[in-house]
């Protein structure tokens, strides 16, 4: 009798088809849904990084733009010589003692334009665009600044009634005077390098520029004034 109780026993601690079809079932329920929101965790963490890198790329471009534009038209104790801005929709050209000695003679004088300090070759700085990256330019020397970049304004603040306060601002083809510009906006639109981060496919106008897909984008905007210009 104990023998045969023993294998009744052992024969009870048998596992049934449908307890595995069911532990199977259950077990395939919590993979997909650990692998979903794996998914969801890494789909957020994309969004939040390219966010990020793109607050960081907008910072860093207006950071340098605005440090050269606010030097415009700086020539040590010199008075400021005309011919130092022009811009238009694709560029913007500056003109100041950005990376050489400021002359310290001659002071009150007009700059001279034939003097070394003027022509050196960091001088000039140019802004452009280049396959959707900010380039800053002095004299052929091209340095990259960010990527990102598809779209770039430059809005021209004009002195009408000479307060060195301005008082409209205008497209380039609309400024009859650059010596009258007492400041600069600058608008950056600036997109992830990622796609495929937003759930539906948006579309995002700028400037008359329009892009559809799942990217996203941002404006930066910052009106910088022409301090050597309000002396």
Request: charge should be neutral.
């Amino acid at each position: 009798m104990p023998m045969l109780a023993n294998k009744y026993l052992l024969a009870s601690k048998g596992i049934s088809l449908i307890e595995i079809v069911i532990s199977l079932l259950i077990s395939s329920l919590l993979v997909a849904a650990m692998i979903a929101v794996f998914i969801n965790i890494k789909q957020t963490y994309r969004v939040q990084d390219n966010i990020s890198r793109i607050q960081d790329s907008g910072s860093l471009a207006l950071e340098f733009m605005g440090r050269d534009i606010r030097m415009l038209g700086y020539w040590g104790c010199l008075k400021a010589n005309t011919g130092d801005l022009y811009g238009d929709n694709n560029q913007l050209i500056i003109k100041a003692a950005y990376e050489v000695v400021t002359p310290i003679t001659n002071c009150g004088a007009t700059v001279n334009k034939s003097a070394g300090y003027y022509l050196d070759k960091t001088s000039t700085v140019v802004y452009t665009l280049v396959n959707n990256v900010l380039r800053r330019n002095t004299n052929n020397l091209n340095n990259d600044i960010v990527e990102g970049v598809e779209a770039m304004i430059f809005s021209y603040g004009v002195d009408t009634d000479a307060d060195n306060s301005p008082n409209v601002y205008l497209s380039s083809g609309l400024v009859e005077d650059f010596e009258k510009v007492v400041s600069i906006k600058v608008q950056l639109l600036l997109s992830s390098m990622e796609d495929n981060l937003l759930f539906n496919s948006t579309a995002f106008t700028f400037n008359g520029l329009t892009k559809t897909d799942k990217r996203i984008r941002r404006i930066y905007a910052v009106t910088y004034m022409l301090r050597n210009r309000h002396i």
